[in-house]
């Protein structure tokens, strides 16, 4: 059992249950002499009324994104096409993290995911694969409660999807931690009185998860 007060851990998606996008970002960048970590600054001008945004809350289809980020790209002086970009989303299970998935069920842990998506390929994970499909569905069926932000028009760091999260599990944000790649993601969870940690790693993450929750998961 989790030995302190805490009764649930929140996940987020890419990036932390998978292989973060941001990896194959940076190879599509090198791939075509592109800055690195060009496709992130693009995604951080505005975020709020961004070409990626607009997207993950549904508010332009993938025909939209696909102009738009163009537009936003070239005017920071590069030709990249949205479509290019949402190719390089659906990232790889990483076991390890499905299995702390496990162990915290088994610890009594209620598990919530709150994950920006966007309605491309099939179903939350983003991709077109049929394995990859079955695989992300399989892990997202062992949480209580999903939230995908193309569902619910809500978007991180809004801190009102992380209290959406809250009332779907019946708990209050200090009895939850929060687990998300992105440190902008994180400080509303803190904010609202998570115990917010910041992934940059399995090894770390897991770590810093069980010195949360006072379990190992090695």
């Known amino acids: 059992m989790a030995s302190n007060d805490i009764k649930a851990v929140i996940w987020d998606f890419g990036g932390v249950i998978t292989s973060s996008p941001f990896d194959a970002f940076n190879r599509y960048e090198a791939e075509r002499g592109l800055p690195h970590d060009f496709i992130r600054s693009v995604n951080a001008r505005n975020p709020d009324s961004n070409a990626w945004a607009l997207l993950e809350r549904s508010e332009i289809d993938t025909d939209g994104f696909d102009t738009l980020f163009a537009d936003e790209a070239l005017a920071l002086g590069h030709d990249v096409r949205g479509a290019a970009v ?28 709150i994950t920006n998506n966007a309605k491309v390929g099939h179903g939350a994970g983003m991709t077109s694969d049929p394995a990859k499909t079955a695989a992300v569905a399989a892990t997202l069926a062992r949480f209580d409660h999903v939230i995908e932000s193309s569902k619910v028009g809500l978007r991180k760091p809004d801190p009102r999807i992380y209290q959406m999260m809250c009332q779907l599990l019946d708990l209050k944000p200090t009895d939850c931690v929060y687990l998300d790649d992105l440190g902008i993601n994180c400080k509303p969870a803190a904010a609202l009185g998570m115990t917010a940690i910041k992934v940059t790693g399995e090894a770390q993450a897991l770590a810093d998860l069980g010195a949360v929750l006072g379990m190992r998961f090695d």
């Open 86 to 113: 949402l190719a390089l989303l659906a990232g790889d299970i990483r076991p390890t993290m499905v299995t702390a998935l496990d162990r915290c069920r088994a610890a009594g842990l209620k598990l919530g995911c």
